[in-house]
């Protein structure tokens, strides 16, 4: 998300009522307002009464298939993993009450991070109870005052927030523009602390960041290199390690941030790293320390998970070919995406303003599709977007039908 | 470089980003008078950044609101 800039301070507008603290959202309450009067169901209130599967759920009382989820492997009713779940659960119970550094690390815990050790082949592994959180407390702590983090301007709200978290100077650059990340690494005092912050995908667009050049550029000017695979992990890359697997940089990087939330399929998040020092975090990570830590159940199914997608790799072809063939679909039909080509897992199908992004959006779920709807300002450059996300548990023939949704949604909107 | 010849110089710059052609005092505020957006703001910062050579943090462009701070504030870099 490209939340990194800071929208123009408007006066707040007072409608009727006494104005209090809440006086700032009324723009917000507006916008939302006028979108449910044009009569499209509310994009931000679905409820899932029944999950079928990864890719099937009852959706306000429709049969749907989901297009909108993270669950890019389908590993959240894997049998081995459910399994797991179970018998952590009655073995350990429901939950540890307390912090990793206190009484809160069972041996699940410590079995989890094995698993990340081994499936990113690194000497050290942090488990935190959210990707969300693992940003906010690397980032924020390792990066203090006088030093220096240079950053992507579409970052993930997670990595906006541990900038502001922190007491660092904070430099944004041009998304993936590579020129301009170097030229504001060569601008930073001599001697300061350097940080570059990038992501492997960017969830918006689903483009991937050129890690090549820029990993080996940050390490030319004494920077040290944090990258975030949460839309990556255990499907980009030979053993899917993510973008920087996959770009051949993997030893350079400092640190790898990653969740269970996604491809993991349960949740929580992490941090993998070979620095000599990286153990210290646990005592200095405010966000790792001053908050309860997983539930047995939890870790238990991540580490499950996590060593299957070790070996996933007939799952990683076939989200590829999935990815493909929407992809390739899409653009048959005439709907503006992304990206020209399939980086990733997710497909951003760009609508030309909110008001047909969301009757678009309605009008799939009325066909039994659920994407996602992204507006600004989570998206880049005020875009409205309908994002799809895929799973290696799609069957060619449900993607077949999901272009055949598309083609009569567009039509009926005038999309397309 | 002095400062009048920093406030030339971010004059140029500004000028394809003030669309309604609000004349320009030190008082100016880049969110309310030129109501720049955060893009705007964005591509701003990076063109003066790339003119001058320099940074200008997020932590400095959250104390500027308006022209004539953002002057002062390219100066100080400048001059030393
Ligand atoms: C790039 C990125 N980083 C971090 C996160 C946070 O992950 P979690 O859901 O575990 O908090 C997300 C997910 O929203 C993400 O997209």
């Known amino acids: 998300m490209s939340e990194g800039i800071i929208q123009a301070d408007k006066p707040p507008r007072r409608t009727g009522d006494t104005p209090d603290l809440f006086s700032k959202f009324d723009d917000t309450i507006a916008l939302r307002e006028n979108l449910l009067a044009s009569g499209v169901e509310d994009p931000f209130s679905l409820v899932m009464e029944q999950v079928l599967s990864p890719t099937r759920a009852i959706c306000n009382g429709r049969d749907t298939i989901l297009l909108g989820t993270y669950n890019y492997m389908g590993m959240t009713f894997d049998p081995d993993v459910v399994a797991a779940g179970q018998q952590a659960l009655a073995d350990f119970g429901s939950g540890t009450t307390g912090s990793r550094v206190l009484n809160g690390t069972y041996q699940g815990h410590k079995e989890c991070e094995d698993a990340l050790r081994e499936f990113y082949d690194m000497d050290h592994a942090?488990?935190?109870?959210?990707g969300y959180q693992a940003n906010l407390g690397i980032i924020s702590t390792i990066a203090g005052k006088g030093d220096y983090v240079v950053l992507d301007i579409d970052s993930h709200a997670s990595i906006?927030?541990?900038?502001?978290?922190?007491?660092?100077e904070i430099v944004p650059f041009k998304h993936?523009?590579?020129?301009?990340?170097?030229?504001?690494?060569?601008?930073?005092p001599e001697g300061a602390g350097k940080l570059v912050v990038l992501e492997g995908v960017y969830s918006m667009l689903g483009d991937i960041a050129p890690l090549k050049?820029?990993?080996r550029i940050a390490k030319e000017n004494g920077a040290m290199v944090l990258v975030d695979e949460a839309h990556s992990m255990g499907f980009i890359g030979e053993n899917g390690r993510g973008v920087v697997e996959d770009a051949g940089v993997i030893d350079d990087v400092d640190f790898i941030i990653g969740t269970f939330s996604k491809s993991v399929g349960t949740v929580g998040g992490f941090c993998v790293s070979n620095h000599p020092k990286f153990e210290i975090m646990r005592l200095?990570?405010?966000?790792?320390?001053?908050?309860?830590?997983?539930?047995?159940?939890?870790?238990?199914?991540?580490?499950?998970s996590i060593r299957k997608l070790m070996t996933a790799s007939a799952k990683r072809e076939h989200l590829w070919k999935n990815s493909r063939r929407l992809h390739s679909g899409?653009?048959?039909?005439?709907?503006?995406?992304?990206?020209?080509?399939?980086?990733?897992a997710i497909v951003a199908v760009i609508?030309?303003?909110?008001?047909?992004g969301a009757a678009m959006w309605s009008a799939l779920l009325t066909e039994g599709l659920y994407v996602n709807l992204a507006r600004p300002p989570a998206t880049p450059a005020n875009m409205t977007l309908l994002r799809c996300s895929l799973c290696a548990e799609h069957s060619d023939e449900e993607v077949e039908t999901i272009l055949g949704m598309f083609e009569?949604?567009?039509?009926?909107v005038g999309i397309i | 470089m002095d400062r009048a010849e920093v406030d030339t110089r971010i004059r140029t710059i500004i000028e394809p980003f003030n669309k309604k052609g609000i004349v320009i005092t030190e008082d100016t505020t880049f969110a309310g008078d030129l109501e720049f957006d955060s893009l705007t703001v964005m591509d701003f910062v990076a063109a003066i950044e790339d003119d001058f050579d320099i940074i200008i943090t997020m932590n400095q462009q959250a104390e500027i609101e308006k022209y004539g701070q953002l002057v002062d504030a390219v100066h100080s870099q400048v001059s030393n």
Do not use: H
């Open chain 1, 126 to 130: 942090m488990v935190f109870s959210t």
């Open chain 1, 160 to 168: 906006w927030d541990g900038c502001a978290m922190g007491n660092a």
């Open chain 1, 176 to 188: 993936n523009d590579i020129a301009a990340m170097e030229k504001r690494l060569k601008r930073i």
């Open chain 1, 213 to 215: 050049e820029m990993v």
């Open chain 1, 284 to 304: 200095v990570c405010r966000p790792y320390v001053f908050t309860a830590s997983l539930p047995p159940s939890v870790v238990a199914t991540a580490a499950t």
């Open chain 1, 330 to 344: 899409l653009t048959e039909l005439g709907f503006t995406l992304g990206t020209d080509e399939p980086q990733s």
């Open chain 1, 351 to 356: 609508m030309p303003d909110l008001e047909k």
């Open chain 1, 408 to 412: 009569r949604a567009g039509k009926a």
